[in-house]
Nanobody, 123 residues
Framework: QVQLVESGGGLVQAGGSLRLSCAASGDTFSRYTMGWFRQAPGWEREFVATISRSGGGTDYASSVKGRFTISRDNAKNMVYLQMNSLKPEDTAIYYC????????????????WGQGTQVTVSS
């Protein structure tokens, strides 16, 4: 079992930056590939970024590549999403998720989810 709690969301102006944090507890954190997903009202939950168990491998959705950076600190059981050059279309609830096996960019493959944190980018 893994419990995930996101934090760091808020209101920011377009072009600004925000860092999201996800705190994990329960099972050994380093056993899980971690991902960030987001969902806006009326839209499907979409993949944002993922990071491998060791932290050595990452991947991003095309829409955020070059602007967002995912990282993890296994000693602290934390995963982060640094978001720069934010755009209004980044507005969504952002979710942290943990994956054991499966497709890293597919929401349905992730076993554990946090409650989400709201990110609002004003124009």
């Amino acid at each position: 079992q893994v419990q995930l709690v996101e934090s760091g969301g808020g209101l920011v102006q377009a072009g600004g930056s925000l860092r999201l944090s996800c705190a994990a507890s329960g099972d050994t954190f380093s056993r899980y590939t971690m991902g960030w997903f987001r969902q806006a009202p009326g839209w499907e939950r979409e993949f944002v970024a993922t990071i491998s168990r060791s932290g050595g491998g990452t991947d991003y959705a095309s829409s955020v590549k070059g602007r967002f950076t995912i990282s993890r600190d296994n000693a602290k059981n934390m995963v982060y999403l640094q978001m720069n050059s934010l755009k209004p279309e980044d507005t969504a609830i952002y979710y942290c998720a943990a994956l054991l096996l499966g497709s890293w960019n597919l929401a349905s493959a992730y076993r554990y989810w946090g409650q989400g944190t709201q990110v609002t980018v004003s124009s």
